[in-house]
């Protein structure tokens, strides 16, 4: 029987014009290692960067042979999806949750690390509510350039995070189970994004990484990403950029 994946996550999981995403490197993982696996969720595409339009449809994937559902939307804070998550989780019936959420709740939305834990918390117990035995696993948080430039962002990212950790150390149930994906673990904005927030391939890579070693090690799934990481291809500079008008 076929394991059934949601990711959901923002921009950095959505992706954008030419890219793989990080999606397309855990599936493929998944599947050399003899994982049947079904990834779910409302969503297939990627967005169209060359565009303002969000959340535009748009399937230029860099490899599109994959299973490319999910639930992941540029922009997309806890703050929405915890109003969301409920009705998501029980028309796909997802078996297991990667998020990468956190970044908007931090930046645009202005949310404190304190209140950005009450709205992972309210997430899990609206998640619990579409499927009570739903695992979820909770990405941390991804350097950016933002946070090397200010310090007092960089910190209340890092006590974001840490409040992450304690919800799944105090979230975790055996029947509903919350782990840590340590995303950021080898994640440098510097060398793994574009634009100093959205991952490159090498980007891609990481984060699929800490997923599939998260749910080899603490589900069974899969097995560890294998390291060092290989060198691939990155996306050209001119899928990102803006189209313009003669």
């Not at 490899?63 to 029980?90: C, M, N, S």
């Not at 304190?114 to 309210?122: I, K, L, T």
């Not at 990481?206 to 749910?215: G, P």
């Amino acid at each position: 029987m076929a394991v059934n994946i949601m990711v959901v996550g923002d921009s950095i999981s959505h992706g954008s014009s030419g890219d793989w995403t990080w999606r397309y490197r855990l599936w493929r993982h998944l599947r050399d290692h003899g994982v049947d696996l079904d990834l779910v969720g409302p969503k297939n595409d990627v967005d169209d960067i060359t565009t303002e339009e969000c959340g535009d449809g748009h399937t230029a994937y860099a490899d599109p042979e994959f299973d490319t559902d999910h639930d992941a939307q540029w922009g997309r804070p806890y703050l929405v999806e915890k109003e969301e998550i409920e009705a998501k989780v029980a028309a796909h019936r997802p078996d297991y949750l990667l998020v990468l959420l956190g970044i908007n709740d931090l930046f645009w939305h202005d949310i404190s690390p304190e209140q950005g834990e009450q709205n992972v918390r309210d997430f899990l117990a609206a998640a619990r509510r579409g499927n009570p035995r739903v695992r979820v696993a909770l990405g941390t948080v991804l350097d950016t350039q933002k946070a090397r430039d200010e310090p007092a962002f960089n910190a209340k990212v890092a006590e974001f995070n840490r409040r992450l950790i304690l919800v799944a150390e105090t979230g975790w149930t055996p029947e509903s189970p919350v782990v840590i994906a340590p995303t950021s673990a080898e994640f440098v904005s510097t060398a793994h994004t574009w634009d100093g927030t959205h991952p490159n391939a090498q980007g891609e890579l990481r984060i699929a990484a800490a997923f599939a070693d998260t749910l080899s090690g603490q589900f069974g799934i899969g097995a560890p990403y294998p390291r060092p990481f290989p060198r691939v291809a990155e996306v050209p500079a001119q899928a990102k950029q803006p189209r313009t008008v003669p």
